[in-house]
């Protein structure tokens, strides 16, 4: 067995089947853009665009076209429709006539060349009677790929076009597949991301099972902070699932104190308080030099969800608009829970004094305009709770 894939018989429990990325369906030696197309079904479907003021010409490259097989051949013998017809059917090719009454190929080709996308841009293929050195090399200047001096031969036409246009589908192709690609990359990112976000809930989870066997805090200060953070319109993703997922490893630092002082019933000693503070501080190590925007929200959340409005708070002693906001709308969802479940230190508050006390600390421990969003939305956040185990 390698890899975790056996030579034969049913997969084992334990078997991850191999990632299927999406390139492998469409690409077929063919184009992504053309839903796997092989390269000749891909030509034959190709758009071309035909501009010449002469209608033998005209008709003539078209007819040849269409016997080779080319589907979609657009033939403009009015130089002043070139413009608006490219735009109109956006072709893999242009075939262009540089000598015109009106408006001339390298006029067309500057007008082209101010709107075209320069990841992109369109094959031309010029026509032309007059080949000296000075047209070239405007010609080139403009956008011109290949060029096809009249009187023309067919076969060299149709060699020309073939090649310019295989040239765009390689290029298509391959730019669609980086597309793909980077699909690829950033799905595997994100699944990254979320499991790193579930390995350190889980941490937190286990943090939290032992002052919490019922491992309900987390989340309903979790859910509290995301309707608050939502209700003052602050939630960075705007449905509020950031804060919910953020704020619920706050408390993921209380992994570094020992249980002597976690589970302590009653009073903590002075000693001992100083030591529980530091959670904030194990907690945004933790989850600290990140680039996840969860996981650096979260860090936020779990050094500031201890400070007060009014100073005094720890662990840093930041006071007012100094504590970002997610830090406030936090520690008022986690107090509020605190209080009015039993926690080891404390029995359950009844839903009243609960309220009483969030009110009285509106300025003192809690932002004014957080406690106004929780008034607000109370009966929203009183039905998280299981009022019947208050
Ligand atoms: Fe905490």
Known sequence: ??????????PSRNYVPPVEYPLSKPYRGGLVKNGGLT???????????????????VQLLTEV???????????????????????????????????????????????????????????????????????RQRALLGGAKEFLTKPFDSAEALLRVRNL???????????????VLELAVRERTREL?????????????????????????TERVGRTAALLALELGVAPDGDGDLVFRAAQLHDIGKIGIPDAILLKEGHLSPAEFTRMKDHTVIG??????????????????AITHHERWA????????????????????????????????????????????????????????????????????????SLHEVAAL
């Open 39 to 57: 390269m000749k079904e891909a030509l034959r479907a190709a758009r071309i665009v035909v501009v010449d003021d002469s209608d033998s010409i």
């Open 193 to 217: 991301e979320d499991l790193r976000v579930e390995i350190l809930q889980r941490l937190a989870l286990a943090a939290e099972y032992r002052d919490d066997a019922t491992l309900r805090h």
């Open 284 to 301: 945004a190590r933790i989850l600290s030099e990140n680039r996840f925007e969860l996981l650096r929200l979260a860090e936020e959340i």
């Open 65 to 135: 076209l269409a016997l080779d097989g080319y589907l979609n051949v657009i033939g403009v013998t009015d130089p002043r429709l070139a413009i608006p017809t490219i735009e109109e059917s956006d072709p893999d090719l242009l075939i262009l006539d540089l000598h015109m009454p009106q408006l001339g190929g390298l006029e067309i080709m500057a007008e082209m060349s101010r709107h075209a996308s320069p990841h992109a841009p369109l094959p031309i293929l010029v026509l032309t009677a007059d080949l000296s050195p000075e047209i």
């Open 311 to 382: 100073g005094g708070g720890y662990p840093r002693g930041l006071a007012g608009p100094e504590i970002p906001l997610i830090g406030r709308v936090v520690a008022l969802a986690d107090v509020f829970d605190a209080l009015i479940h039993k926690r080891p230190y404390k029995q359950a508050w009844s839903l009243d004094r609960a309220l009483e006390e969030i009110a009285g600390e509106r300025g003192r421990q809690f932002d004014p305009e957080v406690v106004d969003a929780f008034d607000r939305i109370r009966d929203e956040v009183i």
């Open 1 to 10: 067995m390698q890899n975790g894939r056996r030579k034969s018989g049913p």
């Open 165 to 179: 246009l295989e040239t765009r589908m390689l290029h298509q192709t391959l730019k669609d597949e980086n597309r």
